[in-house]
Every structure is written in C-alpha cells, then in structure tokens.
C-alpha cells in the first residue's frame, strides 16, 4: 500500500554533513522524496511538534536539541513507507540499532541519533501537516 511518511534529518546529522547519504538510502529502498525543505525550528515550534510528549522527561532537552541548528524535513512516499523508512532508520538508541541502518551509522546517542520518522499513519498525517501544505504534496 502506498503511504507518506515524514523524516527529519537532525541537527547531528546536518552538522556531520550527511544529509546526502540519508536521502542516498531513502532513495536506494523506493523511498521517494516528494517535498523536501531545510529550515531552523525555533524553541517554540519545536515544543509545537513534540507536543505529544511535553510531559515526558526528555522533552526540554529534545525541542533544546532540534532547536539547535538546521534539519531537514522531507515527505517519503512508497509502498508500506512508515514500516519501512522506521526499519531503515534503526532503534531509537543507536547502540541497539541493527548494522547498516540509519541510526547505526550516523547517531551517537538516544538524543543525537540522526533521524526522526513517522510512527503511524496518524501521526504521519499530523506531523507532514505540521511542514507542509497540500499544494506542496502535489507530485507532478
């Protein structure tokens, strides 16, 4: 079944100039990037997007952390994409994250772990909604 997903590229993974070998793997598993932009979250959009987890312990140092520098946001669209782009990205704690996978590669802690993705399709829906416009999905 064709689906959409959200990834994020995070400020770790900016900063160690990765993005293109990111987007590489996205593409090499018929992820297809259909929006795409780079942008700075203020403090304030951050805590906007994660909202779900304001009551959690680690949320100020999250939206602290996504906060810190460019990331860059992207819409994948492909067959069973949130399944597969969360397989590809690898555990939440790069340590445990299967070889070859995102995380694996280009994390370094729970925080710093280089991506973020979608976790259903709900969520999808909220999370592109959150950087993107319908007329910005439309694929020509």
Do not use: C, W
């Not at 993974?13 to 203020?42: Q, T, W």
């Not at 819409?75 to 990205?89: F, P, S």
Request: glycine share 6%; aromatic share 8%; hydrophobic share 45%.
């Amino acid at each position: 079944m064709s689906e959409r997903t959200l990834a994020i590229i995070k400020p770790d993974a900016v900063k160690k100039k990765v993005i293109g070998d990111i987007i590489a793997r996205y593409e090499a598993v018929n992820l297809k990037p259909i929006a795409m932009r780079m942008l700075s979250l203020s403090k304030a959009a951050a805590e906007g997007f994660y909202a779900v987890h304001r009551h959690r312990p680690f949320f100020d140092s999250l939206t602290t952390f996504m906060s810190s520098g460019p990331v860059v946001v992207l819409v994948l669209a492909g067959d069973d994409a949130i399944k597969r782009h969360r397989e590809l990205m690898g555990a939440t704690d790069p340590a445990k994250a299967d070889q070859g996978t995102i995380r694996a590669l280009h994390g370094t802690s729970i925080e710093y772990n280089a991506v973020h993705g979608s976790d259903s399709p709900d969520t999808a829906r909220f999370e592109i909604g959150y950087f993107f416009s319908e007329m910005e999905l439309a694929v020509r």
